[in-house]
Every structure is written in structure tokens, then in C-alpha cells.
């Protein structure tokens, strides 16, 4: 892929960073879900199409039906609702991935959008059939909530790939 002019090389991500994140993004969505809260974001999400935006040979729908699996059982709500919900937004990612690293972090914002928006509506939609429950007004800030989120954590998941800015003879780039 051609890079776009004036957008710095980034090292290869490590693996073990990216399990470590999404496991962090799990435990603060299990802590998050404890609120019982319906309007705060679901930080799993925004990471994992973070990552399968940046990575995705390394995090795909496999690992979000995972993901969303081990949501369901700890929300104790229908096995799949999340996991469904994650997989499409991970397909709609894997998609659209080289049209959103063109732009930068606060660009991207227009572009994951529609995906928070999709998988709210995809979630909202399995609860309404399944348990005949309308949203409630204050879930419908989730995926705007999610999108604001996305340039901060955008920002703390690039931080360990950037290169330093001084030269020096053991780097050559």
C-alpha cells in the first residue's frame, strides 16, 4: 500500500500488545458493565475495530466472535447477541480498512461511525426480537460516545509502533 505524503513509517505492532489491549478493552467493559449504565460505550468495540482496521491478518471476525462470546456470558444476556454484533462490525472494518488508514485519527472518526452506528442498531434490534424491549433513549449516545473515544485510544494503541525522531547509527530509518 502506497503510504499518503507526510504520514511517519510506524514499527511492527507486537502481537502480545494487541492480545493485551483487547484483554484490557474486556476487563474495563466487564468493569463498565457493572454500572449498570445503558449510555456509557462499549470500549471492546472501538478497540477491536481499531485493530482490525490496523492489523487485519492478525484480528478478524474470528476473534471478535470470541470477543463477543465471552461478553454475552459474562452480561448474562442471549448467547450471540454481542458476538453478532461484533462480527459484522469486524466484516464492515476488514472492508473499509485502506480506506480509513488514509485518513488521520480525528478524520477517521466520520468514517468508523456508521460501524458503531450498525452494530448498536444490529444489538437493539436482536433485544427487540428476542425480549421484546425498546432501547432506551440514553443507548442511542453509545456509538457517539464510542466515535469520540476513537481518536484518544487510536492515539495510545499507535504510541509503542511510532519510531523516535532522533537518528542515530543503530537505526538507519
Not at 471478535?64 to 469486524?90: I, K, P, R, T
Not at 464492515?92 to 480506506?99: E, I, K, Q, T
Request: net charge positive; with cysteine; glycine share 4%.
Amino acid at each position: 500500500m502506497i503510504m499518503p505524503a507526510g504520514k511517519p513509517l510506524l514499527l511492527p505492532v507486537n502481537p502480545r500488545f494487541i492480545a493485551l489491549s483487547l484483554l484490557a478493552a474486556v476487563l474495563l467493559n466487564m468493569l463498565l458493565g457493572l454500572t449498570g449504565q445503558a449510555w456509557l460505550p462499549d470500549i471492546l468495540a472501538v478497540v477491536l475495530v481499531f485493530w482490525t482496521v490496523h492489523q487485519p491478518r492478525r484480528v478478524g471476525m474470528f476473534t471478535a466472535f470470541l470477543l463477543g462470546l465471552a461478553l454475552d456470558v459474562h452480561e448474562s444476556s442471549l448467547l450471540g447477541q454481542n458476538a453478532l454484533s461484533y462480527v459484522c462490525m469486524s466484516y464492515l472494518a476488514a472492508l473499509m480498512h485502506r480506506r480509513v488508514q488514509w485518513f488521520p485519527l480525528r478524520e477517521q472518526t466520520v468514517q468508523v461511525l456508521p460501524l458503531f452506528v450498525f452494530a448498536a442498531l444490529l444489538e437493539w434490534t436482536t433485544r427487540l426480537i428476542v425480549q421484546d424491549a425498546w432501547p432506551h433513549w440514553s443507548q442511542m449516545l453509545c456509538p457517539l460516545l464510542q466515535t469520540a473515544l476513537w481518536p484518544l485510544l487510536g492515539a495510545v494503541l499507535l504510541a509503542p509502533q511510532r519510531r523516535p525522531f532522533e537518528r542515530d547509527n543503530i537505526r538507519p530509518l
